[in-house]
């Protein structure tokens, strides 16, 4: 390979000129290299001058000092590079020059030096090199002659210049816009193989340094195709990916390591992450044990390994420097636009990817989900995301926020219906019911069997927050109407445009009402699991719906930039690690990501940067057929603002002061209740579930005397659903709820307002 082939730049941008150019440049520098050499030889022999010793040290000084002006900046990578391969005639000419001056009398030496100097500079003919030009590419190479070379075409020509063997390297990508890092793929002639090439070799067609330029075979090519990836600036990186390619193979793969006879197929280096892509033999099932991976490689913030796998046998291991979660961003109304997928964007994966979850399918319809998390995990965040995002996309979202409006008070005034305790969100749940029940028979009379949105009715979905607190109240009949009811709407709201989230703390069946199916139906669409408090639930949640081989780790409360070990060694305060709120494993559609939720920031209670993502427009609501598709639902509708049932204790209460209430279907009214409010159940629980007990005249059995104690204590006047308990503390408080509404069911009581009771002949 000639020095006029090399002639190329390093790091400056190419200039395509003519070959004849870059023969006259070479030429010229090697004719200068050699009368500096004769001058350098015969110099020193002639009477001593002090012009000799000036000229010579000036020239090495001044070069010297010009060398530190333009490399004195660290971030000029390899433009340092350039630089002192500019300056080493110079340096060195000088040099040699004062070394012959300072030497008395002749040595044969002071021949040999000057004459091997200009050998050797003739040879490298750096100013050339440096100087930043690049053989212009003929018309029939493809290329305008007229027009400059890009950084990808510069390298192209480079290695076809440098090997001469008819290889081509094609699909250039540069790893970023600011660096020269890069990988290609080398292409053999028809029927060759590519040549084995030296790190040297490879090093020298690019002018980088010895060993950052790597090549690697190609899984499922063959040896006519082969990936070159070269890091001149991240060298270190790229040493480290090649230790733990090595880990692998003792720690890992290894009879006895983490997982043996996983192979390492391959691996990239990027500047805050290394990805190995592995496999398991053919036959065997990929199991990738993360807390045994971290161990292998020395990792002591599980955090910092990411693990998916595609379910059969292969996988990909990503381990960063540090946490790749710890800043997140926030919020922009963009991230919360519906696409045409029914797309929204929540937050960002471990590998810099957007975090998008669905409102609603296209092709399935409303969707269901569940969201589990200890207190601090960050559900209330992900949760208000998604509800500015469902008022921005024209959503209509129900709240049901069990604990009394306390997990979500964002969102209070800002959706259609925020319905606060466990009463109030199960009357909210049987309108729900209700309208899904008018939208399928609609749908059956138009003969539609799926949802499509806005034709005719909008989207409803349904978001419940600690909803354990329902589902395993004390009342038995509100527990069993609000499994049943979910259950329901999970089973079949899909196809009718109704979706149900639920927010829970934990998936053990017995915060979740005992019921499995509601576990199951809620994890058929997104689950998102954050920190939770046993591995159990961590356990329940991946059951079904994780990739084969998928292990999660549970997300501890803090992490720390050195690891909890050395948090702990050096004595710090748990306040001094960085909280880990929003981070969750979001499984859907089949996969496993890591992610982390936009971050927003607390102030006196609320999220102000959350209530600022809802905009000021009115939340959307039902069409005017659905608020009318039954007449209790549509009176529970009407007043869902005003919060009646709030702080009522039990559903049968509730029910007796419910505003058009009516009785159930084939139990006739009481004499003398002109206003029909006889305290059963209104219509939503009327008919097919007539027979779920609410405590009314319905309810399975009386407690003995029970209903004569009550009208005992009325003959004092009226009181209070409270006094009443209070002096019958030898019944439970939903036995006292339920014989107040028998009594009034039979015409021996009335109430004179919500919660007062009296005996009906007062």
Not at 196 to 210: G, N
Request: proline share 7%.
């Amino acid at each position: 390979m000639s020095t006029i082939d090399q002639a190329a730049p390093a790091a400056d941008t190419p200039k395509s000129v003519p070959g004849h150019v870059i023969y006259r440049r070479v030429l010229a520098e090697r004719t200068s290299y050699t009368l500096a050499a004769a001058g350098m030889a015969v110099g020193p022999q002639l009477d001593d001058s002090a012009w000799s010793y000036l000229a010579s040290g000036g020239i090495g000084l001044g070069t010297l000092a010009w060398l530190y002006a333009k490399t004195k900046n660290p971030d000029q990578s390899l433009g340092v590079l350039t630089r002192a391969q500019r300056a080493i005639p110079f340096l060195t000419a000088a040099g040699t020059y004062v070394a012959n001056l300072i030497t008395p009398g002749f040595n044969w030496w002071e021949v040999v030096a000057p004459a091997a100097w200009a050998s050797l500079m003739g040879w490298m003919a750096p100013l050339t090199r440096s100087a930043g030009l690049v053989l212009e590419l003929t018309e029939q190479q493809g290329a305008d002659p007229g027009k400059p070379l890009t950084y990808t075409e510069f390298l192209a020509v480079k290695w076809a210049q440098a090997t001469g063997d008819g290889t081509r390297l094609v699909s250039i990508t540069p790893f970023r816009a600011d660096r020269p890092d890069f990988e290609a793929v080398v292409v053999a002639q028809a029927g060759k193989a590519v040549p084995a090439f030296t790190e040297v070799q490879l090093a020298a067609a690019f002018d980088f340094p010895v060993g950052t330029v790597k090549m690697r075979p190609i899984q499922g090519s063959g040896p006519g195709r082969m990936r070159v990836v070269a890091r001149p600036t991240t060298e270190d990186t790229e040493r480290t990916a090649e230790g733990l390619r090595g880990l692998w193979e003792t720690a890992v793969a290894a009879p006895g390591g983490a997982a043996p006879g996983v192979d390492l197929i391959d691996h990239r280096a990027e500047p805050h992450r290394i990805v190995l892509l592995v496999a398991s033999p053919p036959g065997k099932e990929i199991r990738l044990p993360h807390t045994a991976i971290c161990s292998a490689f020395g990792i002591d913030d599980p955090s910092r390994l990411v693990i998916e796998t595609d379910g059969i046998r292969q996988g990909v291991v990503s381990v960063y420097k540090t946490n790749p979660l710890m800043k997140v961003r926030k919020a922009t109304v963009d991230d919360l636009k519906m696409d045409e997928k029914g797309r929204i964007t929540i937050g960002i994966c471990h590998d810099g990817k957007p975090a998008r979850m669905r409102l609603w399918d296209p092709g399935q319809g409303a969707l269901r989900g569940i969201t589990a998390g200890v207190t601090g995990a960050g559900k209330s965040v992900l949760q208000n995301l998604i509800l500015a995002a469902e008022k921005r996309s024209g959503v209509v979202s129900w709240v049901g926020d069990v604990q009394g409006g306390m997990s979500l008070p964002e969102a209070e005034g800002r959706v259609d219906w925020f319905a606060k305790g466990p009463v109030e969100t199960l009357l909210m749940l049987s309108v729900a019911h209700a309208v899904m029940k008018y939208r399928e028979r609609i749908s059956n009379e138009m003969k539609r069997g799926d949802f499509a949105l806005g034709r005719p009715w909008p989207l409803i979905n349904i978001t419940l927050d600690e909803i354990n607190r329902l589902l395993s109240h004390p009342d038995e009949a509100m527990r069993k109407a609000a499994a049943h009811l979910i259950a329901d709407i999970q089973k079949t709201g899909r196809k009718v445009g109704i979706g149900i989230r639920l927010a829970v703390q934990s998936l053990h069946l017995k915060d979740l009402g005992d019921d499995d199916a509601i576990r199951q139906q809620g994890k058929v669409g997104a689950l998102f699991l954050m920190r939770t408090a046993s591995s159990s639930t961590k356990e329940m949640g991946l059951d079904g719906i994780a990739p084969a081989g998928f292990q999660i780790e549970n997300i501890p409360a803090r992490i720390y930039e050195n690891g909890q070990i050395q948090a702990l060694f050096s004595g710090e305060d748990d306040e001094d690690g960085e909280s880990t709120a929003g981070m969750a494993y979001m499984f859907l559609d089949g996969r496993a990501k890591f992610m982390r939720t936009f971050f927003a920031e607390k102030v006196d209670g609320v999220y102000p940067d959350l209530i600022a993502l809802y905009g000021e427009d009115p939340p959307n609501g039902l069409t005017e057929g659905e608020a009318k598709a039954a007449q209790a639902a549509a009176a529970l509708y009407g007043v869902r603002h005003t919060n009646p049932y709030a702080d009522c204790d039990t559903l049968a209460q509730a029910f007796a002061d419910a505003p058009g209430s009516t009785p159930a279907a084939g139990t006739p009214a009481p004499d003398g209740d002109s206003d029909g409010d006889s305290g059963e159940a209104p219509v939503p629980f009327a008919g097919p579930y007539a027979d779920i007990p609410f405590g009314l005249a319905n309810d399975p059995g009386e407690e003995p005397g029970l209903q004569d104690q009550i009208l005992d204590l009325l003959a004092d006047g009226p009181k209070s659903l409270k006094e009443l308990r209070e002096a019958l503390p030898g019944f439970q408080p939903s036995s006292v709820s339920n014989a107040c509404s028998q009594l009034k069911a039979k015409g021996l009581a009335k109430t004179v307002k919500r919660g007062i009771w009296q005996r009906a002949d007062s």
